[in-house]
């Protein structure tokens, strides 16, 4: 390998990626090094050895350039293994002098998470029963466990070289010793607390009594503020004193803030903040071992606190992974093989990462059903405005080549009539003729190169028009009257049955004819099926009436007849809603068993559910969850999340129940004429 590198090495730089980091240098071959090796601290914290072993070799090959940058050759460093075989690393510095000595708190809060702290740092020992001494394995290392708050005094005064232990009692002590790393657990706060209400802050205590664990901190509080206090100590339970008479106030420790609330006291101050840090003896403090010892725990910090997040950008967005995964210097891009897009792959805080997959998902690219959607943003159907014969019009090309542009992920364009019979409106979309076919294309195609998803919304009225929009008398499930602008529906028929599924096929036939990538079903707005589904209008009894699964037969037998039609090759969404079955208890029949079989016996022959209701977050059946959060229990496939999502607040809020693939937008939320960047901002801050 060493040798294939020198070769490659001499090589021109912008042909081989060795000879580029040959020629920038040991500066940017050194900062390759230090990345490598997070990664593989990063990866080694993960069960998953593949990716552990693939960091390790772009350790080794980054170490070899360099060796090859310094002139270091393979023999060189076997030279010097050999030089140790005899003896090494810490064994071998454990015969060199005597053994170091470390306080490690034996009960009590930090205890265990010492422990484990010292198992990670490969630090091993067996410590026999109540016995407060162990010596390490494989270490110049003793142990020595004693009571959390005398460490430091042992550290600082005695004779034990280092010691872990909490930030407040190194405070309380004052003893000189150096705290060379904090270790990010036993996190809380030191606070002046008195019973709720009682005092408007910590100066209203003048003249009170105080009782704490912490009496030096204390005092030091209240004599830089001139405050006459009363100290006196205790060493447990000190939110009691309280209520036992004892003091006016205290002065204890807050993590959850559970045992404040419960003793029925406020925070009236902080005096500080603190958490388990590794101290050592100044005498001690430079030495190497020290280094080593500050280098494992820092690392194993790290690793805790850190994840590392790979994922897939348009290129042209790369600025937008480096602000929101700056990583610790900055995201490593990659490509991907596929033109105009790179792989970024960055190493952030744990603590972000559901902020930053939410950032990431919204706004970032993803996979569906085959396709890569750029984001997860979806624009809601312009509705009317098509010419009289149902062509697409100007008005229409307009409105979603603007949108195109501005880079919605997914289209759904207008509710079309699949049949005249089924047209609803005057200025509807159609996709029922032939002659809609040339300018769905035209649009199609450049909404396409604008790289949105689209689809289309495939409606028939039923009940819902009248004889001089769509020249029959309506057909529905029933006789249906929607009031004075329109006729009265007739019931349909088998024969009926048969000519509106073939209705639908031949559309979504049109729609793969065109290009769409996937078509929606209207199952909602009163239409044709959601008359069939509401009881309020399908009164039959016969196989389309009455039970869940007939009121759904003439859905079901039309999207298995689209299915078939285009051999599974183009998505189906179905549109639906429940609001006015369910909140308005419009449709008595429609309870949560009822809603919980309807996804049940649709399943099978959907692709994605757009469920839409009055507002993303009302809550259903009792009260208790959305509708998401409902439908996300009984099925995995896709849904998109739709219903009053006019404010950035309202799609954050949908966002965080972490149940929708893509989110449906209000026309409100995308009138701004930057309208992306905006959302952008508010929920990637
Ligand atoms: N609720 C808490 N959350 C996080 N850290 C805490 C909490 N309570 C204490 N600590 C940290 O742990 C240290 C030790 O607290 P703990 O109450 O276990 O000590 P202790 O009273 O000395 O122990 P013990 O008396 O049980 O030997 C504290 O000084 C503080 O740094
Ligand atoms: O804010 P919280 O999460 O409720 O934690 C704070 C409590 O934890 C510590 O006490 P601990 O339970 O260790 O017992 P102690 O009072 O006897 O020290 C501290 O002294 C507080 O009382």
Redo the contacts with the bound molecule.
């Keep these: 390998m060493y040798q294939r590198l020198i070769e490659r090495g001499n090589q021109p730089a912008d042909t081989s990626y060795t000879a580029s980091l040959l020629t920038a240098g040991a500066h940017k071959i050194l900062k390759k090094v230090a990345e490598e090796s997070a990664e593989v601290l990063m990866a080694s914290v993960s069960s998953d050895k593949t990716h552990l072993t693939a960091e390790i070799a772009d350790l080794y090959y980054h170490v070899m350039v360099l060796m090859i940058n310094k002139g270091i050759t393979p023999a060189d460093v076997r030279a010097e293994l050999e030089k140790r075989s005899a003896l090494s690393g810490l064994a071998e510095k454990a015969a060199l002098r005597k053994p170091y000595s470390m306080a490690v708190?034996?009960?009590?809060?930090?205890?265990e998470r010492t422990e484990i702290l010292l198992k990670k740092a490969g630090l091993n020992y067996t410590r026999r029963h109540r016995q407060d001494v162990a010596y390490c394995l494989n270490a110049p290392l003793m142990l020595v466990f004693l009571?959390?708050?005398d460490i430091p005094l042992y550290v600082g005064e005695g004779e034990i070289h280092y010691g872990i232990?909490?930030?407040?009692?190194v405070a309380e002590n004052d003893v000189c010793v150096e705290e060379v790393e904090t270790l990010a657990y036993?996190?809380?706060k030191l606070c002046v607390q008195a019973p709720k209400g009682k005092y408007a802050d910590a100066e209203a205590l003048a003249g009170k009594r105080v009782v704490t664990?912490f009496p030096r901190l204390a005092e030091q509080y209240f004599k830089t503020r001139e405050l006459p206090i009363r100290i006196r100590t205790v060493?447990?339970s000190v939110e009691a004193a309280c209520s036992l008479g004892l003091a006016d106030a205290v002065v204890d420790?807050v993590?959850?803030g559970e045992?404040m609330e419960a003793a029925g006291l406020e925070a009236l101050d902080t005096i500080m903040r603190?958490?388990?840090v590794f101290i050592a003896n100044p005498r001690v403090a430079e030495d190497e071992f020290t280094q080593i010892l500050k280098m494992r725990f820092n690392g194993i910090k790290t690793a805790e606190q850190n994840v590392i997040i790979e994922y897939n950008i348009p290129s042209a967005r790369l600025p937008d992974a480096v602000r929101i995964t700056p990583g610790s210097k900055s995201p490593t891009v990659m490509d991907t093989g596929e033109a105009g897009w790179k792989a970024v792959k960055s190493l952030i805080p744990r603590a972000d990462i559901n902020h930053v997959i939410e950032r990431i998902s919204l706004l970032e690219s993803f996979t569906l059903y085959n396709h890569t959607i750029r984001n997860r943003i979806v624009v809601p159907p312009s509705d009317g405005n098509a010419q009289r014969d149902g062509r697409v019009s100007h008005t229409i090309f307009e409105y979603y080549l603007k949108l195109a542009k501005q880079e919605a992920g997914t289209l759904i364009l207008d509710n079309a009539y699949v049949a005249q019979q089924g047209k609803s409106s005057p200025l509807q979309l159609g996709i029922s003729e032939e002659e809609h076919i040339n300018g769905l294309k035209n649009l199609v195609k450049i909404l396409t190169d604008e790289g949105v998803y689209v689809g289309i919304r495939f409606s028939h009225a039923g009940a819902k028009t009248n004889e001089k929009i769509c020249g029959e008398q309506p057909v529905g499930p029933s006789e249906i009257n929607f009031g004075k602008d329109y006729d009265n529906s007739r019931e349909f028929d088998e024969d009926d049955a048969e000519e509106i599924t073939m209705y639908f096929t031949h559309a979504i036939e049109r729609a793969e004819e065109i290009g769409f990538h996937f078509v929606e079903v209207n199952a909602a707005q009163q239409m044709l099926f959601d008359q069939c589904i509401n009881t309020r209008y399908n009164q039959r009894t016969d196989k389309y009436g009455g039970p869940m699964e007939n009121r759904l037969r003439l859905l079901i037998t039309v999207l298995d007849a689209m299915r078939t039609r285009v051999k599974g090759k183009i998505p189906i969404s179905l549109f639906f809603s429940i609001h006015d079955k369910v909140q308005d208890k419009a449709d008595p029949d429609f309870s949560a068993q009822d809603f919980d079989q309807f996804i049940r016996l649709l399943e099978p022959h959907v692709d994605f559910f757009h469920p839409i209701t009055i507002h993303v977050m009302n809550k259903f059946f009792g009260e208790e969850v959305t509708l998401l959060e409902w439908i996300r229990n009984s099925t995995s496939k896709p849904l998109i999340a739709e219903g009053n999502i006019k404010s950035t607040s309202v799609l954050k809020e949908a966002i965080g129940l972490e149940k929708a693939e893509m989110y449906c937008l209000d026309k409100g939320l995308l009138s701004r004429p930057n309208w992306l960047q905006f959302i952008q901002k508010k929920i990637t801050g």
């Design positions: 708190p034996k009960k009590g809060r930090i205890a009571p959390a708050h232990t909490g930030q407040d009692l036993g996190i809380c664990s060493n447990g420790l993590e959850s045992t603190t958490e388990t």
